[in-house]
């Protein structure tokens, strides 16, 4: 078991800490959100995997972020607003961090130094998505562009 992953936490968007320890032996999918962007449709793609399979043991966790083209500009209450009104987000999301530089949130910095990617540790564009298993150990990491809807597979095989 990686204990190091679950010795993370994050801050909801109601401002509470939450650490990783809660979702141990879950399958985690993460991503780092935005609001105002091309791919923010994916937000229901994440809900309905979400909804689908988070009685087997799925947990999905929403990181909105505002590094890429100012498309997350918006407080707490905007995005937590935003992604229940327009998405139905019924999954958590956590207060808005930074994925790359020097303020990289600890929970990113563990993801993209767990994983080896051809673009190397640099976060490209909102939406990247890492799947966690039951253990804590980052497994794959997932372009923006990949729907989440084809990620059922590799997810119906972490729940096995």
Known sequence: MNNE?????????RGQDVLMSEYKGKVI????TASKCGLTYQYEGL???YKKYKDQGLVVLGFP????????????????EGCLINYGVSFPVFSKIEVNWENTHPIFKYLKSHIFNL???????NFTKFLV??????????????????LEKIIEKLLK
Request: with cysteine; glycine share 8%; proline share 5%.
């Open 47 to 49: 809900e309905a995997l």
């Open 133 to 150: 298993d039951k253990n804590g150990n980052v497994v794959k990491r997932i372009a923006p562009m990949t729907k989440p809807e084809k």
């Open 65 to 80: 972020c505002n590094q890429f083209g100012n498309q997350e500009p918006g407080g707490e209450k905007e995005i937590a």
């Open 5 to 13: 992953f679950y010795n993370l936490s994050a801050q909801t968007l």
């Open 119 to 125: 673009f190397g540790q640099k976060i490209k564009w």
């Open 29 to 32: 999918l993460i991503a780092n």
